[in-house]
């Protein structure tokens, strides 16, 4: 029988275990080949099993890879839908005047930086100002006299006024001098400044000037230039000017819970905080609104530190740390400890960050308004979107004396009393004009309930 090998593989295997049938074998050949034709039909069984498995496998493959898609395409259903409840809110959101409870200040004046559009995500960040063109106001002696105190009352200057009164602290404070401040970088820092607080009810570039103006008050009623360095007054004013740079009106509860870029790119820490900072040396960053261009490089990292630290210790979240570790340095304070005096810039900054009761009512009183429509506008958005909406910001559930009276009695006199352990006359300036605001809004609070009850009769 000639050899098939090239066209039959198997016959090797049949022709090395099984002899070629004779006559009388043909019975047991049929059975080698019924065997092996079982054996064959069992392979080809494998084969397609084989085939089915792999079939499957690229089936659920492609499934996964679909459903994979489907999640992205979802994600970005989700990133559409909120854009668009963001537009709706937008469209609803009025435009607020939050200079609205001083209006006989502002008649006949320019106001264009006066109104506070809803706040939008994406805001242009300014670095750069061309040579100012703010005029350099001459202050009468009653003004730099009256801008010492906490009593000021700064619903009444213009932008450009409040640009010439922050320029005045740093000359009349000497930092000029200290840091060799270049004194049109000084006009065009202060302006880029000013440009980069947005339009806000609250947070807004008066929020800022507010807060410098009382730290600058606080420098002089506490005589702190005989305890601190010039660095250190310098660093504490320009700390309070820059520490709520591009704020959008939203605060870090919101960034956490809305997954903004914000608290991704910060990690849900001090969002916003964080974000004041990178603001603050972003501008620095340009040699034309450098102040510190001619500090040598040691200082500069001494002054960069230090700022930074002050603006991460506003975040309220803090509070009670920063408190807790400052009022274990007063039994002992050492002004020549680097911890002690670190935590007493970051209180005093922390004071005037929210100082507004401190003023007579009639000053402070507008601000409770406008910190309350920023936080109506946040709790609309939270409700439009679906996130938590805290009771202390909802409309529905805060009036003007039950947003003020905690907060009075167990954050702001607390505080102001525990500075005042170092400073004496802190509780006479500051701390009795506290207690006569949280007396004011417990009156209000009886007042409101007693219309209430009297609404309910009638």
């Given amino acids: ?19 070629l049938p004779t006559g009388n074998e043909e019975g047991a050949f049929k059975n ?74 502002f008649q006949g004046k320019s106001t264009d930086r006066f109104y506070a559009s809803s706040s939008t995500d994406e805001h242009k960040i300014v670095m750069k100002r061309d040579i100012p063109k703010y005029p350099k106001y001459t202050l009468s002696e009653e003004t730099v006299a009256y801008l010492k105190q906490p009593t000021f009352d700064i619903w009444h200057w213009e932008p450009n ?6 320029e005045h602290m740093y000359h ?14 000084l006009k065009r820092w202060l302006l880029c400044i000013q440009e980069n607080y947005r339009n806000n009810p609250f947070h807004n570039f008066r929020h800022c000037f507010c807060v410098t103006q009382m730290m600058y008050g606080m420098i002089h009623i506490c005589e702190l230039w005989e305890t601190l360095t010039k660095e250190d007054l310098g ?21 956490i819970n809305a997954r903004t870029d914000l608290a991704i790119l910060y990690n849900d820490i001090s969002p916003l905080e964080n974000h004041h900072c990178a603001v603050a040396f972003q501008i620095l960053n340009n040699p034309e609104c450098n102040i510190f261009g001619n500090v040598d490089k040691d200082t500069f990292k001494r002054i960069r530190a230090n700022i930074t630290m002050l603006i991460l210790g506003t975040d309220m979240a803090r509070h009670g740390e920063v408190m807790d570790k400052f009022k274990r340095t007063l039994t002992d304070f050492d002004y020549n400890n680097k911890e002690h005096l670190d935590l007493l810039k970051m209180v005093l900054v922390k004071c005037c960050d929210i100082s507004n009761e401190v003023r007579p009512a009639e000053v402070s009183e507008p ?10 506008n946040q709790s609309d958005r939270e409700k439009l979107e679906g996130l938590p909406v805290a009771p202390f910001m909802d409309r529905e559930k805060v009036t003007k004396p039950t947003a003020q009276i905690g907060f009075i009695k167990f ?25 006569m605001a949280r007396d004011h809004y417990e009156e209000m609070k009886l007042m409101d309930e007693a219309l209430k009850e009297k609404a309910k009769v009638t």
């Fill in 1 to 19: 029988m000639p050899n098939n090998d090239a066209q039959t593989p198997y016959n090797v295997i049949v022709e090395r275990e099984v002899p």
């Fill in 32 to 105: 080698v080949l019924n065997h092996v034709a079982e054996q064959f039909s069992e392979a080809l069984k494998v084969d397609e099993f084989r085939t089915e498995v792999n079939k499957r496998l690229n089936t659920l493959e492609s499934r996964i890879e679909k459903d994979n898609q489907r999640g992205v395409e979802i994600e970005k259903c989700r990133k559409d839908i909120s854009d668009i409840r963001n537009q709706i809110f937008e469209a609803q959101t009025k435009i607020v005047d939050y200079n609205h409870m001083r209006p006989n200040y």
């Fill in 411 to 435: 954050v702001l006199i607390p505080m102001f009393e525990t500075v005042a352990k170092l400073f004496p006359i802190v509780d006479t300036i500051m701390v009795e004009k506290l207690r």
């Fill in 161 to 166: 006024e409040m640009l010439s009164l922050l």
């Fill in 235 to 255: 660093i504490l004013i320009t700390a309070c000017i820059c520490h709520d740079l591009d704020h959008p009106g939203y605060n870090n509860t919101y960034q």
């Fill in 367 to 376: 601000w409770v308004d406008c910190l309350l429509e920023e936080y109506f």
């Fill in 172 to 185: 009349e404070l000497d930092i000029v001098h200290e840091f060799n401040i270049n004194p049109v970088n």
